[in-house]
């Protein structure tokens, strides 16, 4: 162990390094219930401090550094003062991956980030799970949060006061393309586009589809996803405010593509594919069929199969 290393734990509480991964929630019918973690990460150095500071790099440093409206520190702040204790000041270095408003869980990415910096440097005393509990109740909806925490694909439920959530791994041949717009949009805006009611036949449509997508995401099943993927609750209501969508949605279950969805709530576009080897030939189609819409970003990704890593002096939080 260096001598900084040394001087920082006899100093008080040490250091904790965050790891968390991007989401891509919903994937079709599962509203607020299903979700995949990315292999993106937004990435945390923290460590106590006489005053607030935050040295930031990756995507949106302007938003991820500012001391001014950062989610990070209010959640942080918040958190310990709704538990009576006072916010330590924190030296953070912060790599963030996760494109900002782009249905891509970066929000939730921040608060669980900000709960886990809290229950450490506050010695709130929670484990994992604790965690968990918190930022889904910040989030208000267990999807991101808990394919953040947990990893693999994920179903989760939450009343207000009980998270009940299952991980498990997707197939590691499985990969995953997300398809960013040149301009993110805000979470709330795109809620307030859906319907206040629903017809019997459009849940029920989404309730099977949930059922099926979750055991072909289990069984690796791939020939059932375009269908288990398609949804008649939020991306109908939304294709108008993006894009991309339905531009995108015509590619499901052809060459290599299992699957199409909003990714979250948009207006990025998630694409499951059956295997690496098509990707090339399939980002050519990508781009020639959106290639009217303006300039897009096109992420290559693995399924995150592994659960976020919270590390104190290279110990994981229990």
Known sequence: MTRQAIDEQTAGVAPLHLRLPATSANLGPGFDTLAIA?????????????????????????????LERNLLLDVYRKTLA?????????ALDVANGIPLGMGCGSSAAVRLAGVALAAHFGQLGWDREGILDEATKLEGHPDNVVACSMGGFVAGCWDGIKLRAVSFPVPTAWQALVVLPEKPLATVASRAMLPPTYNRADVVANLQRVAVLTAAFATGRGEYIAEAMRDRMHQPYRSKFCPLLPRLLPLSGSDNILGVALSGAGPAVLLLVQSSDAIESIEARIRQVVSELGP??????????QPAKMLSDALPLP
């Open 38 to 66: 990315l292999n993106f990460y937004l990435e945390i150095h923290a460590r106590e401090a006489d005053a607030f500071s935050i040295n930031a790099s990756g995507r949106n440093p302007e938003v991820c550094g500012s």
């Open 82 to 90: 709704a538990h009576q204790r006072e916010a330590t000041p924190l």
């Open 296 to 305: 897009i970003e096109i992420l290559r990704c693995e399924i995150e199969n």
